[in-house]
């Protein structure tokens, strides 16, 4: 059973940075494709990044290319979202989520597709 804790949201201004964090207990995350989701009140769960067990494929939602990186240190068994540029629209509850699989450089972009989720952080941008 794995459980992920995400941390690092809060309250910052447009055009600044956070870095979210999520950590995993019970299995090494090197073993996981990962994946940051949020959600935003009123709207549904959207798919923000994704990084494939391997580490060495990511992939990115469209509004946030460019501005997000997801990188993971499996010393640490914790995967990182860092967030630069934030906007306004940024604002959600920001979730990590994992999943198992064979495929070793595959990533994964739908809620479905994963297993473990973590509790959120929420992250408020402020024009």
């Known amino acids: 059973q794995v459980q992920l804790v995400e941390s690092g949201g809060g309250l910052v201004q447009a055009g600044g940075s956070l870095r979210l964090s999520c950590a995993a207990s019970?299995?090494?995350?090197?073993?996981?494709?990962m994946g940051w989701f949020r959600q935003a009140p009123g709207k549904e769960r959207e798919f923000v990044a994704a990084?494939?067990?391997?580490?060495?494929?990511?992939y990115y939602a469209d509004s946030v290319k460019g501005r997000f990186t997801i990188s993971r240190d499996n010393a640490k068994i914790t995967v990182y979202l860092q967030m630069n540029s934030l906007k306004p629209e940024d604002t959600a509850v920001y979730y990590c989520?994992?999943?198992?699989?064979?495929?070793?450089?595959?990533?994964?972009?739908?809620?479905?597709?994963?297993?473990?989720w973590g509790q959120g952080t929420q992250v408020t941008v402020s024009s």
């Open positions: 019970g299995r090494i995350l090197s073993t996981y494709a």
């Open positions: 990084l494939s067990r391997s580490g060495g494929n990511t």
């Open positions: 989520a994992a999943t198992g699989g064979s495929s070793w450089n595959r990533y994964f972009t739908e809620r479905y597709e994963y297993v473990h």
